[in-house]
C-alpha cells in the first residue's frame, strides 16, 4: 500500500495534490480527512485542511505471470469493444514511455487500431482513462493479481507524450528568457504528471500544479535562487 499526507486550503485542493502525487483517481483510493481545515478571519488564524490518501494495488505477478496475462487482457478489452459496437483490433507490447510516468511499474500495452476511434478517447483523454481503469479492475479479478497495463488508441498517448514533452521544454526555455512563469492549458492527472516529470531534473525551472478539478493545470516557475 503506498500512502501520503497532504496539506492544503482545502480538504478537495489537499486531495488534488495526493491523487497526482500517487498518479491515480479518485475511485482507487481511500482518504482519510485528518483535519478539515479553517479560513480563518481576515486571513488570521486559519488552518490548512490535511489527508491522508491510500492507495492500495496488488502487488504486481513476475514477468511470467504478466506474459501470460497478455492475451487475457486483450480478450477482456476486445469483449468490451464488441459490446460497444466498436470495430477494431487490439495489439499487445511493451508499455515502456507510453506510460509517461502514470504507473512506473506498467509493463504491457494494449492498443487499439482502426478507423475514427476518436469516442474511445474522448474529451481530454478521458473516455480512455476510464476504459484503461475498467479493464485493469477486470483483469485484476480474472488473474487474481494486478497487472500493471496500459490502453492506447492509434498512438494517441504515445503522440500526447511526445508532444507534451516537448511543449515542456519549450515553454522552460520561454520562461528562463522572460523571467516569468507561464501556465500551461488544463490536463487531466496524466498530462499533468507528464510535464512534472519531464522538467523534474531541470537546472532552472520547477512546476506547480494550481486550480481545481478539470480546470486544474501546471505552472511553471523560475527556481528561487540564494
Do not use: C
Amino acid at each position: 500500500m503506498k500512502e501520503v499526507e497532504k496539506s492544503a486550503k482545502t480538504v478537495e485542493e489537499a486531495l488534488q495534490i495526493a491523487l497526482e502525487e500517487l498518479s491515480a483517481s479518485r475511485e482507487e483510493v481511500k482518504v482519510d480527512v485528518l483535519e478539515e481545515g479553517k479560513p480563518g478571519l481576515l486571513g488570521l488564524g486559519a488552518e490548512d485542511a490535511r489527508v491522508r490518501v491510500s492507495l492500495d494495488k496488488p502487488e504486481p505477478g513476475n514477468e511470467a505471470d504478466v506474459t501470460d496475462s497478455a492475451d487475457a487482457a486483450r480478450e477482456l478489452l476486445e469483449g468490451l469493444l464488441d459490446k460497444l459496437g466498436v470495430d477494431a483490433d487490439v495489439e499487445t507490447g511493451p508499455a515502456e514511455l507510453i506510460s509517461g510516468g502514470q504507473d512506473d511499474s506498467a509493463s504491457l500495452l494494449l492498443n487499439i487500431l482502426g478507423d475514427d476511434l476518436g469516442i474511445l478517447i474522448g474529451r481530454r483523454g478521458q473516455t480512455l482513462s476510464s476504459l484503461q481503469y475498467l479493464v485493469r479492475l477486470l483483469l485484476t479479478s480474472k488473474m487474481k493479481t494486478f497487472v500493471p497495463l496500459v490502453i492506447d488508441v492509434n498512438g494517441y498517448r504515445q503522440r500526447r507524450f511526445e508532444a507534451l514533452h516537448a511543449l515542456a521544454q519549450r515553454m522552460a526555455e520561454q520562461v528562463i528568457t522572460r523571467r516569468m512563469p507561464f501556465s500551461l492549458e488544463a490536463m487531466p492527472p496524466f498530462e499533468r504528471r507528464i510535464v512534472h516529470l519531464a522538467l523534474a531534473e531541470h537546472p532552472e525551472v520547477s512546476t506547480q500544479s494550481v486550480g481545481f478539478g478539470e480546470g486544474r493545470k501546471v505552472v511553471i516557475v523560475l527556481k528561487e535562487t540564494a
